[in-house]
């Protein structure tokens, strides 16, 4: 029988390398698939939400196996499969969705309403989403892989720009809906929260959309040391002057039209209290400089139930977020998992076509499968890159051709 390996999480601050099924055509409880796909891994990504789960802010039980940024090739397909064959290259939207339900039909696969029994939406390899195996891993299982795939029009073409089409999965549409949802448009200035990699690719995604400026903020040095490398105006949070007196420096006004946070609920102070995990703090500091009717995208994760979290109210969600701000400028406010089908397509042509190039804005840095454990660990130092598993050497491969 087929082997298989994958990286599982073991409890908090712990993942293993570990020989987990083979996948089958099969959903979490055992029905039947003909609609649903198998994988060879090509690439498969550490994300900023799977460490969210490793650090054990999450209730993810142990064995969970890890990894909802996903590109691989086809080497198996239910007879329900119609439009895509063996061979096949294709990206797969973290957001599981089977297409045919009220929200998939209006364009809202993160809440897709059939494929999670617990609440709407589901994702691979992540907490309360349903049960779905992950794909940091040598093979996965795709279901409604008609409805959920993209395949990429040339393998050749693909696999030279990999490291860039491997970023459709997540990172990329969620930091462009991002900005999409925050109003940024040809000569926006925006500041976007967190120069992580969902930040520095809402950054790019911004200077894609046409903004004039872009600021990018953050408390790691090298993280906006490389949002600088890519034309980003940066801002040290370390530093006790305000948010709005470091942007009127760059803008000489202290707001903006257009904010995203790309950080979520870990954040920490500004100044003085960045030490201190605050998790309101990134909200409430978008509203203060986000101008009157203007709108904050909020592409960073926030979750209902927090081990970890601060106080009694952060362990549930409850934050203190000065809401009568926000309503008293009539800001706009997007929050959720982005619909990834809405924008990848478009984003994969942009690669292709050399508009943008997302690997690079990112520092994509690729690493085995075996050293996964190694990659969680610098990543929650605070590594700039963006760590990506190459789990049968295609990456290293295609770099080489």
């Known amino acids: 029988m087929a082997s298989n390996r994958g990286v599982v999480y073991m409890g908090p601050g712990k993942v293993e390398v570990q020989s987990i099924d083979y996948p089958k055509l099969q959903s979490p409880s055992g029905k039947k698939l003909e609609h649903a796909v198998i994988l060879k891994i090509v690439s498969t990504n550490i994300c900023g939400s799977d460490q969210h789960m490793v650090r054990g802010r999450t209730t993810a039980p142990s064995g969970l196996v890890l990894g909802h940024e996903i590109t691989g090739e086809i080497i198996e397909k239910g007879s329900d499969v119609e439009f895509l064959e063996q061979g096949d290259i294709v ?20 809440i897709c309403l059939t494929v999670n029994p617990a609440r709407p939406g589901a994702a691979y ?151 201190v995990e605050r998790p309101a703090t990134v909200l409430n500091s978008l509203m203060t400089i986000t101008r009157a009717g203007g709108a904050l995208g909020i592409p960073g994760l926030y979750v209902t139930d927090d081990p970890g979290g601060v106080d009694t109210a952060a362990k549930t969600g409850n934050l203190s977020i000065r809401i009568g701000l926000g309503w008293a400028k009539s800001h706009s406010f997007a929050t959720g998992q982005c619909p990834v089908l809405r924008y990848n397509r478009q984003l994969m042509m942009a690669i292709l076509h050399d508009k943008v190039h997302i690997a690079k ?38 770099a080489q051709a």
Request: hydrophobic share 40%.
């Open 91 to 110: 990206t797969v939207p973290f957001n599981i969705a089977c297409g045919r339900c009220r929200n998939c039909r209006e364009g809202r696969t993160g």
């Open 125 to 275: 390899g992540y907490v309360d989403m349903g049960g779905w195996v992950g794909g940091q891993a040598e093979y996965v299982m795709v279901p409604y892989a008609d409805f959920n795939l993209v395949k990429f029009p040339n393998k050749e073409k693909a696999l030279a720009k990999i490291k860039d089409l491997t970023m459709l999965s997540d990172i990329f549409p969620t930091g462009y809906h991002g900005a999409v949802t925050a109003g940024v448009t040809t000569g926006s200035v925006v500041y976007v929260a967190g120069a992580g990699p969902v930040g520095l690719a809402s950054a790019a995604s911004c200077h894609l959309l046409g903004a004039a400026v872009v600021i990018v903020g953050d408390m790691i040095e090298e993280r906006l040391a490389q949002a600088k490398s890519f034309g980003c105006e940066t801002i040290d949070l370390r530093k006790d002057a305000s948010l709005g007196d470091q942007i009127a420096q760059i803008v000489g006004v202290p707001e903006v039209d257009a904010a995203v946070d790309c950080v979520g609920f870990e954040a920490r102070g500004h100044g003085k209290d960045a030490v």
């Open 361 to 398: 804005a990112v520092n994509a840095t690729v690493i085995a499968l075996d050293s996964a454990p190694q990659g969680y660990q610098d990543f929650d130092k605070g590594a700039a890159k963006k760590f990506v598993i190459d789990p049968h050497g295609t990456v290293a491969k295609s």
